[in-house]
Protein backbone atom coordinates (compact mmCIF):
# COMPACT_ATOMS: atom_id res chain seq x y z
CA UNK A 1 0.00 0.00 0.00
CA UNK A 2 2.84 2.23 0.23
CA UNK A 3 2.43 3.61 -3.28
CA UNK A 4 -1.22 4.76 -2.40
CA UNK A 5 0.50 7.35 0.56
CA UNK A 6 0.86 10.49 -0.86
CA UNK A 7 3.63 12.58 0.49
CA UNK A 8 2.44 15.40 3.17
CA UNK A 9 3.66 18.34 4.44
CA UNK A 10 4.96 16.89 7.87
CA UNK A 11 4.02 18.81 11.32
CA UNK A 12 6.06 18.74 14.55
CA UNK A 13 6.21 15.18 15.82
CA UNK A 14 4.53 13.91 12.84
CA UNK A 15 0.76 14.99 14.53
CA UNK A 16 -1.41 15.21 11.47
CA UNK A 17 -3.63 17.89 13.23
CA UNK A 18 -2.10 20.04 16.19
CA UNK A 19 -4.78 21.52 18.03
CA UNK A 20 -3.85 24.71 20.70
CA UNK A 21 -5.76 26.22 23.23
CA UNK A 22 -9.09 25.55 21.55
CA UNK A 23 -12.21 27.41 23.16
CA UNK A 24 -16.09 27.04 21.56
CA UNK A 25 -18.81 28.77 23.61
CA UNK A 26 -22.39 29.01 22.17
CA UNK A 27 -24.76 31.83 23.27
CA UNK A 28 -24.19 34.83 25.49
CA UNK A 29 -24.95 36.52 28.35
CA UNK A 30 -26.35 33.81 31.03
CA UNK A 31 -27.02 31.53 28.17
CA UNK A 32 -23.53 31.26 27.05
CA UNK A 33 -22.17 27.32 27.11
CA UNK A 34 -17.97 27.01 26.87
CA UNK A 35 -18.65 23.57 24.99
CA UNK A 36 -14.45 23.72 24.71
CA UNK A 37 -12.68 25.47 27.54
CA UNK A 38 -8.99 25.49 26.66
CA UNK A 39 -8.39 22.11 25.03
CA UNK A 40 -4.93 21.42 23.48
CA UNK A 41 -3.79 18.68 21.58
CA UNK A 42 -1.90 16.30 18.89
CA UNK A 43 -3.14 13.50 16.77
CA UNK A 44 -0.69 11.61 15.56
CA UNK A 45 -0.21 10.37 11.61
CA UNK A 46 -1.24 6.39 10.91
CA UNK A 47 -2.41 5.88 14.43
CA UNK A 48 -6.13 5.44 15.84
CA UNK A 49 -7.31 7.73 18.45
CA UNK A 50 -10.80 7.88 20.49
CA UNK A 51 -11.96 10.42 22.20
CA UNK A 52 -14.33 9.65 24.85
CA UNK A 53 -15.91 11.05 27.96
CA UNK A 54 -19.90 11.56 29.17
CA UNK A 55 -22.75 13.17 27.37
CA UNK A 56 -22.16 16.96 27.01
CA UNK A 57 -18.40 16.86 27.35
CA UNK A 58 -17.29 18.36 23.84
CA UNK A 59 -16.75 15.61 21.63
CA UNK A 60 -19.14 16.49 18.82
CA UNK A 61 -17.94 20.00 19.11
CA UNK A 62 -14.21 19.12 18.96
CA UNK A 63 -14.22 16.46 16.46
CA UNK A 64 -16.66 19.41 14.05
CA UNK A 65 -14.24 22.25 14.77
CA UNK A 66 -10.36 20.33 13.94
CA UNK A 67 -12.53 18.41 10.82
CA UNK A 68 -13.40 22.27 9.55
CA UNK A 69 -17.24 21.39 10.19
CA UNK A 70 -17.55 24.27 12.62
CA UNK A 71 -15.10 27.28 13.53
CA UNK A 72 -13.85 27.51 17.39
CA UNK A 73 -14.58 31.31 19.23
CA UNK A 74 -10.53 30.93 19.50
CA UNK A 75 -7.36 28.93 19.29
CA UNK A 76 -5.70 27.34 16.64
CA UNK A 77 -5.82 24.19 14.59
CA UNK A 78 -3.07 23.14 12.30
CA UNK A 79 -4.80 20.02 9.97
CA UNK A 80 -1.66 18.62 8.17
CA UNK A 81 0.30 21.62 7.47
CA UNK A 82 -2.38 23.93 7.25
CA UNK A 83 -3.94 26.68 9.99
CA UNK A 84 -7.60 26.36 9.56
CA UNK A 85 -8.88 28.54 11.74
CA UNK A 86 -9.77 31.58 9.37
CA UNK A 87 -10.04 29.67 6.70
CA UNK A 88 -13.20 30.82 4.17
CA UNK A 89 -16.72 28.10 4.43
CA UNK A 90 -15.61 27.56 0.62
CA UNK A 91 -11.69 26.80 1.30
CA UNK A 92 -12.90 24.54 4.39
CA UNK A 93 -15.43 22.52 2.47
CA UNK A 94 -12.39 22.15 -0.12
CA UNK A 95 -10.36 20.99 2.72
CA UNK A 96 -12.72 18.82 4.05
CA UNK A 97 -13.25 17.04 0.30
CA UNK A 98 -9.76 16.53 -0.49
CA UNK A 99 -8.12 15.89 3.15
CA UNK A 100 -10.66 14.16 5.52
CA UNK A 101 -13.29 11.29 5.29
CA UNK A 102 -16.02 11.12 7.40
CA UNK A 103 -17.96 8.06 9.53
CA UNK A 104 -21.03 8.64 10.76
CA UNK A 105 -23.33 7.10 13.63
CA UNK A 106 -26.13 6.88 10.50
CA UNK A 107 -23.93 5.59 7.59
CA UNK A 108 -25.21 8.45 5.37
CA UNK A 109 -24.81 6.36 2.17
CA UNK A 110 -26.92 7.83 -1.21
CA UNK A 111 -29.95 5.37 -1.22
CA UNK A 112 -30.13 5.03 -4.83
CA UNK A 113 -26.59 4.86 -5.92
CA UNK A 114 -25.23 0.89 -5.52
CA UNK A 115 -22.38 -0.19 -2.43
CA UNK A 116 -19.45 0.33 -5.66
CA UNK A 117 -21.11 4.20 -6.84
CA UNK A 118 -21.09 4.85 -3.19
CA UNK A 119 -17.82 4.64 -2.45
CA UNK A 120 -16.49 6.05 -5.30
CA UNK A 121 -18.19 9.13 -4.96
CA UNK A 122 -16.33 11.47 -3.06
CA UNK A 123 -13.03 11.02 -5.90
CA UNK A 124 -16.02 11.28 -8.92
CA UNK A 125 -17.53 14.18 -7.24
CA UNK A 126 -13.98 16.15 -6.90
CA UNK A 127 -13.61 15.37 -10.55
CA UNK A 128 -10.81 12.27 -10.01
CA UNK A 129 -11.20 8.89 -11.24
CA UNK A 130 -11.13 6.17 -9.07
CA UNK A 131 -8.55 3.95 -8.26
CA UNK A 132 -9.68 0.22 -9.25
CA UNK A 133 -7.08 -1.21 -7.57
CA UNK A 134 -7.33 0.42 -4.58
CA UNK A 135 -11.19 0.17 -4.24
CA UNK A 136 -10.84 -3.55 -5.36
CA UNK A 137 -8.26 -3.86 -2.20
CA UNK A 138 -10.19 -1.80 0.28
CA UNK A 139 -13.57 -4.25 -0.77
CA UNK A 140 -11.32 -6.97 0.06
CA UNK A 141 -9.77 -6.15 3.31
CA UNK A 142 -13.47 -5.21 4.02
CA UNK A 143 -15.58 -8.34 3.71
CA UNK A 144 -17.68 -6.04 1.22
CA UNK A 145 -16.26 -7.54 -2.48
CA UNK A 146 -19.44 -9.59 -3.11
CA UNK A 147 -21.74 -6.36 -1.90
CA UNK A 148 -20.73 -3.66 -4.40
CA UNK A 149 -23.97 -4.11 -7.09
CA UNK A 150 -26.30 -3.92 -3.91
CA UNK A 151 -28.19 -0.47 -2.64
CA UNK A 152 -28.12 0.13 0.84
CA UNK A 153 -31.39 -1.04 1.17
CA UNK A 154 -30.70 -4.42 0.29
CA UNK A 155 -27.52 -4.68 2.97
CA UNK A 156 -27.38 -4.97 6.49
CA UNK A 157 -26.12 -2.17 8.92
CA UNK A 158 -22.78 -3.65 9.53
CA UNK A 159 -22.24 -3.93 5.56
CA UNK A 160 -23.48 -0.17 5.02
CA UNK A 161 -21.17 1.12 7.76
CA UNK A 162 -18.52 -0.78 6.18
CA UNK A 163 -19.49 0.79 2.48
CA UNK A 164 -19.07 4.15 4.93
CA UNK A 165 -15.28 2.92 6.12
CA UNK A 166 -14.61 2.40 2.04
CA UNK A 167 -16.18 5.64 1.25
CA UNK A 168 -14.12 7.60 3.37
CA UNK A 169 -11.00 5.49 2.71
CA UNK A 170 -11.16 5.45 -1.23
CA UNK A 171 -9.77 9.29 -1.19
CA UNK A 172 -6.73 8.33 0.61
CA UNK A 173 -7.66 11.28 3.16
CA UNK A 174 -5.49 12.54 5.78
CA UNK A 175 -7.74 11.93 8.38
CA UNK A 176 -10.31 10.07 8.82
CA UNK A 177 -13.04 10.90 11.55
CA UNK A 178 -15.94 8.77 12.80
CA UNK A 179 -18.64 9.82 15.24
CA UNK A 180 -20.15 7.40 17.25
CA UNK A 181 -19.67 4.83 14.18
CA UNK A 182 -21.05 1.81 16.21
CA UNK A 183 -24.11 3.72 17.73
CA UNK A 184 -26.80 2.01 15.71
CA UNK A 185 -25.22 -1.46 15.32
CA UNK A 186 -25.10 -4.75 17.35
CA UNK A 187 -21.87 -5.71 19.12
CA UNK A 188 -21.00 -7.96 16.57
CA UNK A 189 -21.73 -5.75 13.77
CA UNK A 190 -19.78 -2.93 15.32
CA UNK A 191 -16.81 -5.47 16.32
CA UNK A 192 -16.67 -5.73 12.59
CA UNK A 193 -16.53 -1.94 11.79
CA UNK A 194 -14.00 -1.31 14.58
CA UNK A 195 -12.17 -4.24 13.49
CA UNK A 196 -11.83 -3.05 9.89
CA UNK A 197 -11.00 0.86 11.13
CA UNK A 198 -7.91 -0.48 13.18
CA UNK A 199 -6.80 -2.36 10.36
CA UNK A 200 -7.08 0.68 8.30
CA UNK A 201 -4.33 1.94 10.52
CA UNK A 202 -2.51 -1.19 10.80
CA UNK A 203 -2.71 -1.95 7.06
CA UNK A 204 -3.08 1.22 5.21
CA UNK A 205 -1.58 3.37 7.56
CA UNK A 206 -4.43 5.77 7.64
CA UNK A 207 -5.13 8.05 10.51
CA UNK A 208 -8.28 7.71 12.50
CA UNK A 209 -9.94 9.62 14.74
CA UNK A 210 -13.17 8.21 16.72
CA UNK A 211 -15.88 9.71 19.00
CA UNK A 212 -17.39 7.54 21.46
CA UNK A 213 -19.15 7.34 24.88
CA UNK A 214 -18.44 2.81 24.75
CA UNK A 215 -15.28 2.14 26.32
CA UNK A 216 -15.23 -1.35 24.20
CA UNK A 217 -15.01 0.86 21.35
CA UNK A 218 -11.98 2.29 22.60
CA UNK A 219 -10.32 -0.55 23.37
CA UNK A 220 -9.43 -0.76 19.39
CA UNK A 221 -7.69 2.72 19.92
CA UNK A 222 -3.87 3.55 20.34
CA UNK A 223 -4.48 5.84 23.14
CA UNK A 224 -7.60 7.65 24.68
CA UNK A 225 -8.23 11.49 24.97
CA UNK A 226 -11.03 11.71 27.70
CA UNK A 227 -13.44 15.04 27.49
CA UNK A 228 -14.77 16.52 30.74
CA UNK A 229 -16.71 19.73 30.96
CA UNK A 230 -14.76 20.67 27.57
CA UNK A 231 -11.16 19.97 28.70
CA UNK A 232 -8.89 16.82 28.30
CA UNK A 233 -8.92 15.50 31.40
CA UNK A 234 -6.87 12.35 30.70
CA UNK A 235 -4.45 11.10 27.22
CA UNK A 236 -3.72 7.90 27.68
CA UNK A 237 -1.80 5.36 25.20
CA UNK A 238 -2.53 1.76 24.99
CA UNK A 239 -0.08 -0.97 26.09
CA UNK A 240 1.08 -2.03 21.97
CA UNK A 241 1.13 -6.07 23.05
CA UNK A 242 -2.34 -5.73 24.42
CA UNK A 243 -4.17 -4.58 21.69
CA UNK A 244 -4.06 -7.86 19.74
CA UNK A 245 -5.48 -9.80 22.89
CA UNK A 246 -7.87 -7.40 22.80
CA UNK A 247 -9.33 -8.04 19.46
CA UNK A 248 -9.12 -11.79 20.01
CA UNK A 249 -10.66 -12.25 23.14
CA UNK A 250 -12.77 -9.32 22.83
CA UNK A 251 -11.89 -8.54 26.53
CA UNK A 252 -9.10 -6.29 26.83
CA UNK A 253 -7.52 -7.51 29.38
CA UNK A 254 -3.98 -6.54 29.75
CA UNK A 255 -4.63 -3.34 27.76
CA UNK A 256 -3.71 -1.10 30.44
N1 LIG B 1 -25.38 24.24 18.44
C1 LIG B 1 -25.31 24.33 19.78
N2 LIG B 1 -25.90 25.36 20.44
C2 LIG B 1 -25.81 25.48 21.78
N3 LIG B 1 -25.16 24.62 22.57
C3 LIG B 1 -24.54 23.57 21.98
C4 LIG B 1 -24.59 23.36 20.55
N4 LIG B 1 -23.89 22.23 20.27
C5 LIG B 1 -23.44 21.75 21.44
N5 LIG B 1 -23.83 22.56 22.48
C6 LIG B 1 -23.48 22.35 23.89
O1 LIG B 1 -22.09 22.21 24.00
C7 LIG B 1 -21.75 21.21 24.95
C8 LIG B 1 -20.95 20.11 24.29
O2 LIG B 1 -21.78 19.42 23.33
P1 LIG B 1 -21.26 18.22 22.41
O3 LIG B 1 -19.97 18.62 21.78
O4 LIG B 1 -22.36 17.84 21.51
O5 LIG B 1 -20.97 17.08 23.49
P2 LIG B 1 -20.83 15.48 23.28
O6 LIG B 1 -20.62 15.20 21.83
O7 LIG B 1 -19.66 15.13 24.14
O8 LIG B 1 -22.10 14.89 23.82
C9 LIG B 1 -23.08 20.72 25.53
O9 LIG B 1 -23.33 21.46 26.71
C10 LIG B 1 -24.08 21.07 24.45
O10 LIG B 1 -25.36 21.27 24.99
MG1 LIG C 1 -21.72 13.91 20.46
Redesign the pocket.
Known sequence: MAAHTAARARTPDDDVITATALTKT??RGTAE?R?LDGVSAGIRRARFTAVV??????????MHCVAGLDTVTSGSIVLDGTEITGLSDRQLTRLRRKRIGFVFQSFNLLPQLTAYENIVLPVTMSGGRPDRDLVDHLCDVLGIAHRMAHRPAELSGGQQQRVAVARALVARPAVIFADEPTGNLDSRAGAEVLTMLRRSVDELGQTVVM?THDPTAARYADRVLT?AD?RVVRDEDAVPTGRAAALVTGTGAGRR
Do not use: N, R
Not at 53 to 62: A, E, I, Y
Open positions: YGVAGPSGSGKSTLVLG
